[in-house]
């Protein structure tokens, strides 16, 4: 297997994602002194690290810390980063390290390591690796205010979350942004349950092959075909990969929500906020969208003392690190989001908790509201004041807030869901997720209209809005459906319908946004840990959470639901015959199916908006 990009184009390409910031190298009028160090950490292993100190220094300063899997080596000198160049015009000793097992640190890495036991006083994790590096850096950087804090974004996010939910007592506030948490639930890995093949397979490959990033060399440029071709899952170890890819090899070990999940996902890591917490989360992140806000729900349970705190804006993955945020793919906000973010949220976060400069005052959740195109205060997340409010399917693809009667004309409807002709999630060609040219970070933003008139895809709308329609809180769909097959795959789409003839942007005419979606994997539909055959033609409720959403469907647009059954190859096909493991299914297991769903008086399929009037 080649790999196809050299370093520095990798590096262009991750830069795009959010992934690596830092790209530059540094020069000789920067205004910070670089040292590069190896520190031992507990178990003898070097962890590669670089330190930046203002230069001409005249206080004591405190540390920032960033670590990560993606090689800190071209790092340029902080003031020339526009993450974080508030910050560094503020003045922090900036610190980036690579961890264990990437890039020039030594060890062995584990993409995302369990917690150690702490019985064992040579027992490693990421919050002991921070908690050394920490403690080595107070003693030996000269002129440190005794206080450290972390940030990062993603795999960032987590080693940032997982230091503070064991940190040394000199680490005082972090910034996590973009965390996965639960790798079965939500987030990169899976969606309830059902497994996210193109992202997890390139994503393995890419951080395990070898010890610095590598592309995988598809031979198709739409890889909608590659992974059509591939078959089965078990092809991937067969032909391809030959059990290179730990990972992988997990996945295929664990296809229901055991202990191997559990352990790894956040809530079970997190007890209360040690220090002060901010998480950060995207509405229109393609790939932990969710575990920001399950990390701050995990948390505020126990938030006595008032630490933890929530940011959610117009954001693709990462988007708030750089450029303005004024828009995402096609989607205008008015202002510059991730401008605002940086300097007046996270630059004062830090300020505060680090340097005591500033008021302190930071509300509970900060969140800018789409389609109103406001940043809004709020005192929890989600808001108390929304009610539930059901939208509810009805016959001819119509969509109200009233139930349908007993008089509804049709009960169903239906379509055949082929695996051998799934939907692609976006439009073709969908080109390798970090590869050149690729539109996976805007994904989520794209005009749902690429499938309209798909005979497997179903649509509801409602009529024209007479008023605006807030929603601001977590969305969930009611869904009553049957399969004639054994399992099924229910993928759920709210969407924002821009009017027909949109004057105030014409090219914008007609466009459908989503605002909250999801896929089910049917065989969890009563525990994600046991999956049951489902049987053929019974109707089902599926509850399926869309997540979290603050916007407003503007008067004049309409509400829309599309119900589908594939999303490929961001999700692999279900065979739609039960098998015990999907990982093992043959060829000859992949089966069409009629899906049918259902919107009469006994089984009302609905979604739950969180309405604010
Ligand atoms: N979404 C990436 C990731 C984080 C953690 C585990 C696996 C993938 C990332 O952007 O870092």
Redesign the pocket.
């Known amino acids: 297997m080649k790999v196809l990009f050299t370093r520095l184009t990798l590096l262009t390409v991750l830069l795009l994602?959010?992934?690596v910031l830092f790209a530059q190298q540094t020069k000789p009028d920067d205004k910070y002194n670089r040292q590069e160090v190896m520190i031992t950490v507990r178990d003898g292993v070097k962890l590669h690290t670089i330190i930046f100190s203002p230069k001409g220094q005249t206080e004591k300063l405190p540390f920032l810390i960033l670590r990560t899997?993606?090689g800190v080596d071209g790092y340029p000198s902080p003031e020339k980063s526009t993450y974080i160049k508030d910050m560094a015009d503020d003045g922090y000793i900036f610190v980036f390290q690579d961890i264990r097992g990437r890039y020039q640190s030594e060890g062995k890495y584990a993409?995302?390591r369990f917690s150690r036991d702490k019985t064992n006083a040579k027992a490693i994790d990421e919050s002991s690796d921070t908690y050394d590096t920490i403690d080595w850096l107070l003693k030996n950087v000269p002129d440190n205010n005794g206080r450290a804090g972390m940030y990062g974004?993603?795999?960032?996010?987590?080693t940032t979350i997982i230091a503070a939910s064991d940190p040394h007592p000199a680490l005082k506030a972090v910034s996590e942004q973009?965390?996965?948490s639960d790798?079965f639930m939500n987030?990169?890995?899976h969606h309830n349950g059902a497994f996210r093949l193109s992202?997890a397979f390139e994503?393995a490959f890419m951080?395990e092959i070898s010890k610095t990033d590598s592309l995988y060399q598809f031979s198709n440029y739409d890889t909608y075909d590659w992974y059509l071709k591939l078959g089965p899952l078990s092809n991937m170890n067969k032909k391809y990969v030959h059990g290179k890819l730990p990972s992988w090899n997990d996945f295929t070990k664990h296809p229901n929500y055991d202990a191997y999940w559990k352990e790894e996902a956040l809530p079970s890591r997190l007890d209360y906020p040690r220090l002060a917490i901010q998480h950060v989360s995207g509405w229109w992140d393609q790939?932990?969208m969710v575990g920001p806000q399950d990390a701050y729900k995990a948390l505020e349970k126990r938030d006595t003392s008032h630490r933890n705190f929530i940011v959610l804006g117009p954001w693709r993955?990462?988007g708030w690190a750089g450029g303005e945020g004024r828009n995402l793919g096609n989607i205008k906000f008015d202002e510059p989001t991730a401008t605002y973010f940086r300097k007046e949220i996270q630059a004062k976060w830090f300020a505060w908790y680090l340097k005591d400069k500033g008021d302190g005052k930071f509300a509970e959740a900060i969140s800018f509201q789409t389609g109103s195109n406001k940043w809004k205060n709020y005192s929890s997340w989600p808001p108390k004041q929304a009610t539930v409010k059901n939208i509810y399917f009805r016959s001819n693809g119509k969509l109200s807030f009233d139930r349908p009667s007993a008089a509804e004309a049709k009960s169903f409807d239906s379509y055949v869901s082929d695996p051998s002709k799934p939907v692609p999630y976006r439009a073709r060609p969908i080109e390798e997720t970090y590869g050149p040219g690729s539109r996976w970070y805007t994904w989520l933003t794209d005009d749902q209209r690429f499938v309209d008139g798909r005979p497997d895809v179903l649509s509801w709308q409602t009529d024209t809005l007479t008023q605006d329609v807030t929603i601001t809180g977590n969305v969930a769909a009611k869904l009553y459906a049957a399969t004639s097959g054994s399992d099924a795959d229910w993928v759920v789409k709210l969407i924002d319908v821009y009017p027909e003839n949109y004057r105030k942007e014409p090219k914008m005419s007609g466009y459908e946004l989503m605002i909250a979606d999801d896929v089910f994997r049917g065989r969890f539909r009563n525990s994600f840990s046991k999956p049951e055959p489902i049987t053929p033609n019974k109707v089902e409720l599926y509850t399926i959470g869309l997540h979290g959403a603050d916007h407003v469907f503007k008067k004049g647009h309409k509400i829309m639901v599309q119900v589908q059954s594939t999303w490929f190859p961001i999700i692999d096909r279900n065979p739609q015959k039960y098998v015990p493991n999907i990982f093992e299914a043959k060829a000859s297991d992949y089966q069409t199916a009629i899906q049918k769903v259902f919107h009469s008086l006994q089984f009302s399929s609905s979604i739950e908006l969180p309405v604010v009037e």
């Open positions: 994602n959010g992934l899997p993606y993409m995302m974004i993603s795999y960032d996010g987590w973009a965390t996965p790798m987030d990169d890995l992202y994503y951080e790939e932990d993955h990462g």
